[in-house]
């Protein structure tokens, strides 16, 4: 099945299961359920989210998993949440195995509408293989900003700013240096419907990569992801959103392309 059939059949399956499904009364629009964006809406009080994502980029052959658990500790103030990435890569060695995980704290430093504002900080851990590329070898520390703006009732913005730092990352042969990287990212959202939402993102990272003399180079990334998400409401306080977009690559990521699945299950801790 050619890149282009099975994302349509993705667009066409995920909007006949999602299109106006609600079960719920009261309907519970959807909020924190960027793909490739952070928004800067911590977990509600008693409220937990699992969430699972995959990226599958067409040039490169290779793909990423990640499920991210989110906690408010113990109200929405406050939030702690962990990301286990699984990564694929076509080379060198066509491996698939556990990236570094992250463990992340939120503060929601602003919350009243019309604005948002949610300071996070990561701990990366050093779990993935650095030998074959899943990892950096070395604890990690990672800071970033998401500020959410609703701007009327049908449009929200959200925007990001970052940076990563690794003391003594290393890449397979065992050579070291501190990298630094930086994101920026911004995105619209037009909301259809509460339940349904139009998605239009645009993220670029700039990493760092130790060589194995110990100098550095750093490498680009740049993206577009439209896309769209709708939600599934249930009487428990259940909330199911799935939504599909297609990255592509733009600038420094010319010619790379793929397709970007995303699945959110929210609910009442009791």
């Known amino acids: 099945m050619s890149y282009y059939r099975f994302l349509l059949y993705s667009v066409l399956i995920l909007t006949v299961l999602t299109w106006n499904t609600g079960f719920a009364e009261e309907v519970k629009k959807i909020q924190d359920n960027s793909f490739l964006i952070e928004e800067a809406y911590n977990q509600e009080d008693g409220v937990v989210q699992h969430i699972q994502t995959f990226q599958y980029l067409q040039k490169t052959k290779t793909w990423g998993y990640t499920f991210t ?8 103030t406050h939030q702690l ?5 699984v990564n694929h890569l076509e ?27 949610s300071p996070r900080f990561s701990l990366i851990l050093p779990t993935g293989d650095y030998k074959k ?17 609703e701007l009327s009732d049908n449009w ?7 940076s990563t730092l690794i003391p003594n990352s290393k890449e397979a042969g065992g050579a070291k240096a501190d990298t630094l990287g930086f994101n920026f990212g911004t995105s619209f959202i037009y909301l259809a419907t509460e339940t349904f939402n139009l998605m239009f993102e645009t993220v670029w990272n700039s990493t760092e990569s130790v060589q194995s003399d110990g100098s550095k180079t ?9 896309g769209f998400r709708s939600a ?12 599909i977009a297609a990255p592509i690559g733009l600038g420094p990521s010319e010619n790379e392309y793929g397709v970007f699945l995303y699945l959110s299950f929210e609910h009442p801790l009791f």
Do not use: C, M
């Open 81 to 85: 949440s962990y990301t286990i990435p």
């Open 156 to 162: 929200v913005t959200h925007w990001n700013i970052g």
């Open 232 to 243: 599934i409401n249930f009487e428990s306080g259940l909330q199911i959103v799935p939504g």
């Open 91 to 117: 080379t060198p060695a066509n491996e698939t195995g556990i990236g570094d995980i992250a463990i992340n704290y939120r503060y929601q430093l602003i919350f009243k509408e019309p604005i948002a504002l």
């Open 133 to 149: 590329g899943f990892g950096s070898g070395a604890i990690g520390y990672q800071a970033n900003i998401p500020l959410s703006v």
């Open 218 to 226: 750093r490498g680009d990334t740049f993206f577009i992801n439209p």
């Open 69 to 76: 658990q989110e906690w408010p500790v113990p109200e929405q």
